[in-house]
């Protein structure tokens, strides 16, 4: 009984940690419940792409990952939209405009972490990748594993 009983715990605990992401490929991005210059649902994006990405700016990781993700993403910019995703307070906008303006469409404030639980973020920088108009998911991840060549394939022109 005692063995089965760890065995069930240990069930449980992986079960728990394998829990990721509230998201799949393919399907439509939760809803984003969001303070930004762009507004509560970010409509005014025109690109055919939007990267959201959830960071904080006392994240290292977030804030090194940011100039090599701007890099490949660049070039792209007709095509994505970037969006920083903080759960910061309003306050920290004018810094964070000053640190990382230069690499991001628009910086939005999840201050209620609606979106990140919706998103069901655990770690960041993590990075969602979605048809603007479809709403429909391309690519999720951590963009520091995210090369030039894979950002190209997922911003392809729509047929």
Known sequence: MKKIMIIMAAILIWCGETNAQNIRL???????SVESVLGDQLRMIKQEYTCLIFMHS??????????????????????LAVVLLT????????????E?????TSIAFDRNKHTYRAFGINFVPFGVIYNTKSRRI???GSIQQLD????????????
Not at 26 to 32: F, L, M, N, S
Not at 100 to 104: A, D, I, K, L, Q
Not at 148 to 159: D, R
């Open 138 to 140: 391309e690519w999720f």
């Open 87 to 98: 759960n910061e307070s309003r306050d920290m906008e004018e810094h964070l405009q000053r």
């Open 26 to 32: 393919g399907e439509k991005i939760p809803e984003i």
């Open 58 to 79: 006392k994240c290292e990781p977030c804030v090194k990952a940011l100039p090599d993700f701007h890099k490949i993403a660049s070039p792209l910019g007709d095509k």
């Open 100 to 104: 990382f303006g230069s690499y991001v």
């Open 148 to 159: 030039n060549k894979q950002l190209q394939t997922i911003c392809k022109p729509q047929k």
